[in-house]
């Protein structure tokens, strides 16, 4: 619809025809899942447009409920069947945006009527009736972003709800260290998470269904839904001999296909990432949207339409009280990729640690080892983590690095945020880690550090008894300079591993050890990270005196805790 309606603004005299097979046009999809869960009562908000409307404005020959079932790129015809038959439509010009469709695993009894997809404004309809004809027990099969926010919608509604996970954490995109604070709050709202697990079978029954997990459990549960993925739907443009790759639409920089007189946007069209120049359709309605507009200038305006720009995959998603937001390559991708980079881990407060209400952002950043520049960014909070994700995904199009973020002038007032925001800090690691100015250790290497190293412990002494590493040393930062000799006895000629709650005083810790000849290095991130990446063996692993929780968002309510968060 972007694509028409630009069009109609470029041309007056152009005969515009939109075929959707669908009731709806132009419907906010994204917000699906906020009807389900009662947030959004009137399904009519969701309409963005309706035929009639957008005739009334634009002069757009909306047809819905008209399934294009061929195309015809040689004779420049589609095959349409609709409720009066099937007919042919000629064009000019024809675009493509025909999405994408729901993954539907081999699962047997995945056809039973309690299994819901949400997709479609008829998808939601469908959910809330379910829940209001007694729906109780709801199983979502897959923890991306729909999946998730389906969640979220159906707890809401007062479900029990268990949330299915093949990967070994939820939201797979997401660094596990964070995907943990994701889970933590999950569990929060009543959600029973499964990962590392898939659906081997549904067994359908009189009064509910029961599915059977690839590890023997038996979830039983009156509703159903599947969120395992999505794939472009693009059977007509194959059969077409239209070029695709994988099953999505190659297009070029304006969205030309294959085909004469044929382009192509959306979920069902090839995209290059813009960070790792990876190859896959990128199903997010910004993209989508955006592309669409610029296809209609290179039909209408060709020569001069700016092209097609490769997506950073932005995307966020609210669970509970945490808003989790991502932007660019995470490592995974950036491993396949070949790319070299440094990983940091950092837990700002959202606005001035004085002021109420300051809570910790956790944010991990990528940066490439080579020139500093800035290559992913991920972050969980309860506030202020779609501005922060929004300004890194800015500078990652813009091609900035480390050093350039820390130059960046960003709006400051104690309610909103800090002098030295969380942007700009994450360019100051980023410059001291590039420099060698900080060295950093990671928490995925404790077993060496274990192993081979002091573990040196700089928290206050009442910050050690409520967790720490068998066997490490507590030395408050501020007694270290008075106690290194104590230090290097512990440490025996041993490297000096160091760690605090967030990073921040380790990282002080480190400058006066490697400047007093030690062979020193800062946990990225500290005890915060560290437990996020242990998960729920956390426990096992640290020496609790007494019983504890690691709540998704640590305690900030008193000067001593927020000042672990002060940069």
């Not at 038996?218 to 059977?235: E, I, K």
């Not at 995974?332 to 959202?350: F, I, S, V």
């Not at 096992?540 to 900030?556: E, G, I, N, Y």
Request: hydrophobic share 45%; glycine share 10%; proline share 6%.
């Amino acid at each position: 619809m972007s694509c028409a309606a630009r069009a109609r603004r470029l041309d007056e005299t152009a005969q515009i025809t939109v075929l959707e097979r669908g009731a709806f046009v132009s419907y906010a999809s994204c917000g699906l899942p906020y009807h389900v869960g009662g947030e959004i009562e009137d399904t009519g908000r969701l309409l963005v447009q309706t035929p009639g409307s957008l005739r009334a404005a634009l002069d757009l020959d909306v047809r819905t409920g008209h399934d294009v079932v061929a195309l015809d790129p040689v004779r420049r015809t589609v095959t349409v069947r609709a409720a009066g038959g099937t007919s042919e439509v000629g064009f000019d010009a024809l675009v493509l945006a025909v999405g994408a469709c729901p993954v539907r695993p081999p699962i047997d009894g995945l056809d039973s009527p309690r299994v819901r997809t949400l997709r479609t404004v008829g998808d939601a309809v469908g959910l809330r009736r379910d829940i209001e004809d007694g729906a109780r027990r709801a199983l979502v099969l897959g923890a991306g972003f729909i999946g998730l926010e389906a969640a979220e919608a159906l707890a809401r509604r007062g479900l029990a709800v268990t949330v299915v996970e093949l990967a070994d954490h939820v939201l797979p995109p997401l660094e596990p260290e964070l995907a943990h604070l994701v889970t933590t709050e999950l569990r929060e709202l009543g959600v029973n998470v499964r990962v590392g697990v898939g659906a081997a079978a549904i067994e359908q029954g009189v009064d509910e269904d029961v599915v059977v997990l690839t590890d023997g459990h038996r979830v039983p549960a009156d509703l159903v839904v599947l969120s395992v993925g999505v794939r472009p739907d693009t059977a007509i443009v194959e059969a077409a001999g239209i070029a695709c790759e994988a099953g999505a639409i190659i297009v070029d920089e304006h969205g030309r296909t294959s085909a004469p007189g044929v382009w192509a946007v959306g979920d069902a069209t090839v995209s290059s990432d813009a960070v790792t120049g990876a190859r896959r359709p990128v199903p997010l309605a910004g993209p989508a949207n955006r592309a669409g507009r610029l296809v209609a200038d290179d039909i209408l305006r060709p020569g001069s339409a700016r092209p097609i720009s490769g997506p950073v995959g932005t995307a966020i998603v609210r669970v509970g009280r945490l808003t989790a937001a991502i932007t660019g390559a995470n490592r995974a991708a950036l491993d396949r990729a070949g790319t070299p980079h440094r990983t940091l881990h950092l837990h700002p407060l959202q606005h001035a640690g004085y002021f109420p209400g300051a809570d910790p952002i956790h944010l991990v950043v990528h940066v490439a080892q080579d020139g500093g520049r800035l290559l992913g960014a991920q972050a969980v909070g309860t506030d202020g983590v779609d501005r922060r994700i929004d300004v890194l995904a800015t500078a990652i199009r813009a091609g900035l690095d480390a050093g350039d973020l820390i130059d960046l002038d960003l709006a400051y007032s104690p309610p909103y945020g800090q002098a030295k925001d969380a942007v700009n800090l994450a360019g100051m690691v980023a410059t001291n880690v590039l420099d060698g100015t900080l060295r950093l250790w990671y928490s995925e290497d404790l077993p060496e550090v274990r192993e081979t190293a002091l573990v040196l412990d700089v928290r206050s002494t009442a910050e050690y008894t409520t967790g720490h590493l068998p066997g490490s040393l507590n030395v408050p930062h501020t007694e270290l300079r008075a106690r290194l000799d104590e230090v290097r006895g512990a440490a025996a000629g041993r490297p000096v591993r160091v760690l605090c709650a967030s990073g921040v005083r380790s990282a002080i810790a480190h400058r006066v050890l490697a400047q007093s000849g030690f062979d020193s290095a800062s946990l990225s991130g500290g005890m915060l990270t560290l437990r996020a990446v242990l998960g729920d063996a956390a426990d096992d692993v640290l020496h609790v005196p007494a019983p504890s929780s690691c709540p998704s968002v640590p305690d900030t309510s008193t000067p001593e805790a927020r000042r672990a968060f002060q940069p």
